[in-house]
């Protein structure tokens, strides 16, 4: 073999071996690039979930506490109520999308979304105030119903927040 040769079967070789490095390089890019985008995912969704729960959270249905009679109670109860049925329906279609997207990457967190949607509904259900005029006792239970729905409610999004919490201290650990 003459030195020629063995000149180009060497830098046959190096090319080769650079080529397999620069690919081997290429493949370990696109893998960080992905984790990293796969995190960046999950940290968007926990935040969306978060501020979904806080919004929830701010839903307070109490009545005033300076009412003088029952009259402005269910005054203010008929002029409220399709106001929350808006804002719970549309917490309802957010909760929705959140449910789908976070089964994916936590199987449990379905269940503990899928529970504040049941409240929701309930909530919902409990604000369908009647046409007619109401006596102070029927007015009366239907502010307590909507108001023990609203506490389930509130007890749903709390388990909620608990598993983010869990799910943010377990992806840090």
Same mark, same amino acid.
């Given at each position: 073999?003459?030195?020629?040769?063995?000149?180009?079967?060497?830098?046959?070789?190096?090319?080769?071996?650079?080529?397999?490095?620069?690919?081997?390089?290429?493949?370990?890019?696109i893998?960080?690039?992905?984790?990293?985008?796969?995190a960046?995912?999950?940290?968007?969704?926990?935040?969306?979930?978060?501020?979904?729960?806080?919004?929830?959270?701010?839903?307070?249905?109490?009545?005033?506490?300076?009412?003088?009679?029952?009259?402005?109670?269910?005054?203010?109860?008929?002029?409220?109520?399709?106001?929350?049925?808006?804002?719970?329906?549309?917490?309802?279609?957010?909760?929705?999308?959140?449910?789908?997207?976070?089964?994916?990457?936590? !199987?449990?967190?379905?269940?503990?979304?899928? %529970? /504040? =949607? &049941?409240? @929701?509904?309930?909530?919902?259900?409990?604000?369908?105030? !009647?046409?007619?005029?109401?006596?102070?006792d %029927? /007015? =009366? &239970?239907? @502010?307590?119903?909507?108001?023990?729905?609203?506490?389930?409610?509130?007890?749903?999004?709390?388990?909620?927040?608990?598993?983010?919490?869990?799910?943010?201290?377990?992806?840090?650990?």
């Open positions: 073999m003459t030195c020629e040769n063995w000149i180009n079967l060497i830098a046959a070789i190096l090319v080769g071996g650079g080529t397999l490095a620069l690919a081997f390089m290429t493949w370990k890019s893998r960080q690039t992905q984790t990293i985008h796969g960046e995912r999950k940290d968007r969704l926990l935040s969306e979930i978060i501020e979904w729960t806080t919004e929830l959270s701010n839903f307070n249905i109490a009545p005033p506490s300076d009412l003088r009679d029952i009259k402005d109670l269910e005054v203010i109860y008929r002029w409220s109520a399709p106001r929350w049925a808006n804002f719970l329906s549309s917490k309802e279609s957010i909760g929705k999308s959140l449910k789908r997207r976070a089964e994916v990457m936590w !199987p449990n967190m379905g269940g503990f979304i899928e %529970e /504040v =949607l &049941k409240n @929701i509904k309930l909530t919902a259900l409990a604000m369908d105030y !009647p046409k007619s005029s109401l006596s102070p %029927e /007015v =009366l &239970k239907i @502010i307590h119903k909507v108001g023990d729905c609203a506490s389930e409610l509130d007890n749903s999004v709390e388990k909620v927040t608990e598993e983010v919490d869990k799910i943010k201290t377990r992806d840090i650990g």
